[in-house]
């Protein structure tokens, strides 16, 4: 009796003191926070679209408690480069809250520090360089035109059946990847155990918001949940890497795959082996998933507007012809293509929110305090769609990326897929070639219809920190070129 009185009494005082912080600081103005739960309880599943309605009410900038921590929200392009510019290196640290990225030892979610200059430099240098980029360009070709084959077998057995994209995107997104890390494709099995993992990843039972987010809670989870979910995942996780990827004998290649590279440095103690497993799982998951999802919102957008996917093939057809297949050579000479994987990058960004950056001091950003340790989100997704920057911004139109040059990697604040500033994705080129290139053989090779009216195609968002289509989009393709360019492209294809 005297413990529960004590945990309650506890309780209370942690809640004044709350309320006393938000009194004492002039913190941005944001819905009113509940007893306990703070606005969790107010939020939806898609946190983008609350936190975008929010904005509506209360500002560009707001605050939001979730449990008893503070989360500062952006909403617009100059307050997006207070925050990835001109206060970047205050806040420039990652908040940290699922279980799975506590220790911080990887790149995505490492502080800012010695630590992450140290692995950022390691993966621009062996993969993100222009000559690393250029050193692997055959085989993402390769990989691209493997998947058209495939899609062409296919439809030479039932060319009625849809064609669930998503499967050949995540396929051929995942390979390239990984032939660029372990300098392999994963066999069969062991990609079906990749996915299973990164799925489960997004629904691991375990602590509850309330527990996640409410500090004086979280000594009382063990009370709650059972760590041992938790602990069986970490180990399938394990297992897997060291079977997949540890169990691999490298050396002997023409070119040495991202995986010796930081073996070697194991060897030398320069990297831990947990830094190793947490650097090769960024590169796996990050690179897969957000190319992936980005080219199946541009085929779904230009499947409702047949017109902007005639005008692409329409490009490709004068510049490639219909005697070879596109190669990435071809991409400078293909504005409008470039131009449909920008406005897709700006109408539906991987990452809506960008990841959580974290206040390491108490900084001044639109007029208003944000505390120390405080969680600050940009909502890259509210940016894209903002009147204010964009004439009908619902609207996928890439011209109007032909009508004014406009940079989509960090530059302009206007459109953020890759973020910005110390933290800016260091995969930016390579994923826009991959996405280019994916993107127009596909629409070189095929014409993509629906077999139902194109307005009844779902284009809701699945919850979620990346931003995929809640109902994978299904397509009619027929083949646009001579038969032989698919079935040996390896001898036709520049």
């Known amino acids: 009796m005297d413990f529960l009185l004590f945990s309650l009494v506890t309780i209370i005082i942690a809640a004044v003191m709350q309320h006393l912080r938000r009194r004492r600081f002039n913190i941005p103005p944001g819905p009113p926070p509940h007893f306990l739960v703070g606005n969790l309880n107010q939020l939806k599943p898609q946190w983008t679209q609350s936190f975008s309605e929010w904005s509506q009410t209360y500002g560009p900038i707001i605050s939001v408690w979730l449990g008893s921590q503070l989360s500062v929200v952006v909403s617009s392009s100059d307050l997006a480069k207070q925050v990835l510019r001109h206060k970047d290196y205050q806040l420039c640290n990652r908040q940290r809250t699922a279980r799975m990225t506590q220790n911080g030892s990887d790149l995505i979610w490492s502080d800012y520090g010695q630590h992450y200059v140290k692995l950022r430099k390691l993966c621009t240098l062996e993969l993100f360089s222009l000559k690393s980029i250029e050193s692997f360009r055959s085989m993402r070709e390769m990989e691209v035109r493997s998947m058209v084959r495939s899609i062409f077998m296919d439809l030479m057995s039932d060319d009625k059946k849809p064609v669930m994209l998503r499967n050949y995107l995540s396929s051929v997104a995942l390979n390239i990847v990984s032939r660029l890390v372990i300098g392999k494709t994963f066999e069969p099995k062991e990609g079906k155990e990749f996915k299973s993992i990164v799925e489960k990843e997004t629904r691991l039972p375990g602590a509850t918001k309330l527990l996640d987010y409410t500090v004086w809670l979280k000594r009382f989870s063990s009370w709650f949940t059972s760590d041992k979910a938790f602990l069986k995942h970490m180990a399938r996780r394990k297992n897997w890497f060291k079977e997949a990827v540890m169990g691999e004998v490298y050396g002997g290649g023409e070119q040495k795959c991202f995986v010796q590279s930081l073996l070697e440095l194991k060897e030398k103690n320069e990297l831990s082996e947990e830094t ?219």
């Open 276 to 494: 190793v497993m947490g650097l090769v799982w960024n590169m796996l998951t990050a690179g897969a998933d957000t190319n992936a999802i980005t080219i199946e919102w541009a085929m779904a957008e230009m499947i409702r507007c047949p017109n902007v996917q005639e005008k692409v093939q329409n490009e490709l057809d004068s510049v490639v012809g219909s005697k070879r297949l596109m190669s990435e050579s071809d991409i400078p000479n293909l504005p409008y293509l470039q131009s449909v994987v920008k406005e897709a990058l700006r109408l539906h960004p991987p990452t809506p929110l960008m990841l959580p950056h974290k206040a390491s001091e108490t900084v001044q950003i639109g007029g208003y305090k944000v505390p120390k340790g405080t969680t600050v989100y940009v909502n890259v997704q509210a940016i894209g769609r903002d009147s204010a920057n964009w004439k009908n911004p619902y609207e996928f139109r890439p011209e109007r990326f032909l009508e004014e040059e406009t940079d989509v990697k960090g530059q302009d604040f206007r459109v953020l897929p890759f973020g910005s500033g110390r933290r800016v994705c260091p995969a930016a080129q390579l994923s826009i070639n991959m996405m280019s290139l994916a993107l127009g053989n596909l629409l070189h090779c095929f014409s993509w219809t629906t077999s139902t009216p194109r307005e009844n195609i779902d284009m809701t968002e699945k919850p979620g920190l990346v931003c995929y289509m809640k109902t994978p989009l299904q397509a009619i393709a027929s083949s646009r070129l001579p038969q032989d360019l698919y079935l040996n492209f390896s001898q036709k294809c520049i």
